[in-house]
């Protein structure tokens, strides 16, 4: 779907049939635009919820879902390493707003807000 001008929507749970894959054949974030391969956290940093800003909730974070992560751990679902921030969709990333898992909560009104170009991404229906 598209938004206003240089705005792409994705409503939360919509995703493209056909992932696409990066050069070691990794799938590609649709957000961030890198690998998910270890090594290769989401660069999207801040989430807006409601009216209200937030810092994601990196993996290995004591409010995270995988709080006890060891530095080589990664995170079984999007591959990220401790420190680094879950690829958005990833079930194990926790809603900085509510606690609950990020990917299907009850928070209404998600953004992704990439910094580096102003962007929101829609991330609720």
Known sequence: MAGKKGMKKYPMGIRKEVMEKGK???VI????????????????????????????????????LLPDMKPYDICYDCNVRKGQYH??????????????QLFCCDCENKYLINT?????INKSA
Do not use: V, W
């Not at 957000?31 to 990196?58: A, F």
């Not at 580096?116 to 929101?120: L, P, S, Y």
């Open 116 to 120: 580096r170009t102003d962007t929101k």
């Open 24 to 26: 070691y054949g990794t």
């Open 87 to 100: 690829h958005f969709g990833c079930e194990m990333e926790r809603c900085p707003s509510c606690l609950g």
């Open 29 to 64: 974030c649709q957000d961030c635009r890198q690998e998910m391969s270890p090594g290769y956290g989401c660069s999207i940093l801040t989430i807006r919820i409601g009216n209200k800003y937030y810092e994601r909730i990196k993996a290995g974070d004591s409010l995270d």
